[in-house]
């Protein structure tokens, strides 16, 4: 049984060589820079081979491997919680951020940023255990709908991220996700979404305790941002590693770029360029959400891909 | 090529079953009862089965993965770059825990504890990049000997346990480390040591920054101490998922061990006795490093495996 189940994968896997690794991505320089990256990592005597220990990727998640807009998705979970909760919270009827949620304070909310999110994270998230919190999460994914597509969350994962991370694991790839967005918030559904275990997630989290017992309690207190300088101090925190390849959208994840960029041997960095009003957003420099400006400076320079979503993508979502 | 390397995997797997999974492990209770658990961990429908997401194990290091005595092997390292480093800081003469490492007092440094020791490793271990940390550890882990042993460190690390994890990973386990030592002092050599990539170690750790232009910077503070209840909370920052399995041999494992084998399904605590005082070291209630006494009055209770090293183990390093 098992020779027979080997075979099989061996058929199998030979047989991808002739296909297409990237079948959402149109032909032309983004793709097969990607493509040789991934070739000639796996090539003994290459000037592009990577070890297979050293073959870490690295992935900023909202705006990267799925949408944004009108603001981050875990923002929008906030705001429900904050609904949900508010009965019991009657002080956050004159206290922000909490005010501008309740009142649906639309000019309020878009200056919100990393600190507001996880101050409403922190409120809003503490007091249960970690695996009653997944179950919240994990409900939410399966009914909230986006408040413009219409679509579940996690249908709004972009497909040609998600074929690029499955050529990647199936060249020797570590697949990591390092996000911004809450490590609790992600594990949930980010193994069914794009096969990245909970293991493999790094992001921003709130302290947690032990309890006699054999609980882990969620307390109202931030203990990392993982954004900007601190994507490689969660990376440092959690892989110990530098990732050979680094993927983010916007000036949140320049550090986590360089970071990557700047040791030996070969290496990729990325970035996903929104261009596309029509099948999902257009923006960058003057976005309060994904703010890409010294990412787009500097790529050129720096030797990194931008992704020109219009460009390069045959669909975002996948059908 | 891959077809023919495939056949020669599945052939020495098939014969792996042949074997004995823990040649250095004597028959007994102990044995069968680990066995059992790996097999039917791998056996759908078995009441132990494990789905492979699941496949956790966490092993405490210092005296569970190698030797404890007579102090953490990492204090030992620790006072030699104290000695290396105090012509810079002539104020450690007067200033303890530094003063008691400079005039060798054993009768002080037998008091220091996680405290101590992580106030030392934030003095002696920061203002260098993690890169530079990482080539001084492994320079001194391919140099130095044990005082009394006059052994490398990583030659006093157990045979029995290498071929759990070993066999632990051959059943579809994620083997990590959950240490109170150091993550950077471990990082450099448990791959090589253990077959444990520098990703699955948990530990203690000093905060870091991120440096522009590519670097960690490692700052004099601590950020984590991975002992006692700090190591569930570890357990959550780096992995994410609730053990099933947890090996430790000391009361700064018993959280870890209790938050492992509360949860549901198939669960294996183990306790390793320091029984051996001919092959390593005996002790346990009233030892100053790895103390045990919690873990021995309420391990049959829990259902835990106290290991007995002198009776359990047919070599302590292997030849």
Chains 1, 2 share one sequence.
Not at 43 to 56: K, L, N, Q
């Amino acid at each position: 049984m098992k020779t027979i189940a080997l075979l099989c994968f061996a058929a199998c896997t030979s047989s991808l060589f002739a296909q297409d690794l990237l079948p959402s991505w149109n032909e032309g320089e983004t793709k097969g820079r990607i493509l040789k990256f991934i070739s000639e990592a796996q090539t003994e005597g290459s000037d592009g081979y990577i070890a297979p220990g050293d073959r870490i990727a690295t992935f900023d998640n909202d705006g990267n491997l799925w949408s944004e807009k009108p603001m981050y998705f875990q923002l929008i979970f906030i705001m429900e919680r904050v609904a949900a909760l508010a009965p019991e919270h009657p002080e956050w009827k004159t206290q922000q951020p909490f005010q501008a949620v309740l009142e649906g304070d639309k000019a309020a909310m878009k200056g919100f940023g990393e600190k507001e999110l996880l101050e409403l994270m922190a409120a809003t998230h503490a007091g249960m255990t970690e695996e009653e919190f997944s179950e919240i999460v994990s409900e939410w994914m399966q009914t909230a709908k986006h408040p413009t597509a219409g679509k579940l969350y996690t249908e709004m994962t972009f497909q040609p991220m998600k074929e690029l991370l499955q050529a990647l694991r199936d060249a020797g790839f570590k697949t990591y996700i390092v996000s911004g967005g809450g490590i609790s918030f992600m594990r949930p559904w980010v193994e069914a979404a794009y096969g990245i275990p909970p293991e493999q997630v790094v992001g921003s989290r709130i302290k947690v305790e032990y309890e006699e017992g054999g609980k882990i309690r969620r307390l109202g207190e931030i203990d990392l941002i993982d954004d900007k300088a601190g994507k490689p101090v969660g990376i440092y925190q959690v892989i110990g590693k530098r990732p050979v390849l680094a993927s983010g959208n916007s000036d949140g994840d320049f550090q986590m770029l360089e970071y990557a960029t700047t040791g030996e041997g070969a290496r990729l960095g990325l970035i996903l360029h929104h261009t596309d009003a029509d099948r999902e957003w257009a923006y960058d420099r003057e976005s309060h959400v994904g703010q890409l400006s010294r990412g787009l400076d500097e790529a050129a320079a720096r030797g990194w891909i931008v992704i020109d979503m219009a460009k390069d993508w045959k669909t975002i979502y996948g059908e």
